[in-house]
């Protein structure tokens, strides 16, 4: 059974930096996309960023593009999305997902959500000024 655990949320002054992590397990192959979301208060949950586990390039909103970076280590089986320049405006509870998909891109520029079928229990993020 495919489970994802994160872990590395905090809480950090703007301008600051955090490395958030994903434990993957349960997973019979590679072929699923995995990503990011966050969800602030009063707001949707919406993705960050997407990777497909078999390889590739990851894929970034534009909201985040030049300050998140996703990436997997494979040894590990751990997806991590490093974050710097932190903004207030990026506290959120911040969630890894995997969808039984091929298409990252897509499922991003579409912000899918129910595509993610597997989510992890999120991981709280606070900026402050």
């Known amino acids: 059974q495919v489970q994802l655990v994160e872990s590395g949320g905090g809480s950090v002054q703007a301008g600051g930096s955090l490395k958030l992590s994903c434990a993957l397990s349960?997973?019979?192959?590679?072929?699923?996309?995995l990503g990011w979301f966050r969800q602030s208060p009063g707001n949707e949950r919406e993705v960050v960023a997407t990777?497909?586990?078999?390889?590739?390039?990851?894929h970034y909103a534009d909201s985040v593009k030049g300050r998140f970076t996703l990436s997997i280590d494979v040894v590990n089986l751990t997806l991590h999305l490093d974050i710097t320049s932190l903004q207030p405006d990026d506290t959120a509870v911040y969630y890894c997902?995997?969808?039984?998909?091929?298409?990252?891109?897509?499922?991003?520029?579409?912000?899918?959500?129910?595509?993610?079928?597997?989510w992890g229990q999120g991981t709280l993020v606070t900026v402050s000024s």
């Open positions: 997902a995997a969808a039984r998909r091929w298409d990252c891109s897509a499922l991003l520029n579409l912000n899918d959500r129910p595509a993610f079928r597997y």
């Open positions: 349960g997973f019979d192959d590679t072929n699923y996309c």
């Open positions: 990777l497909f586990f078999g390889g590739g390039r990851p």
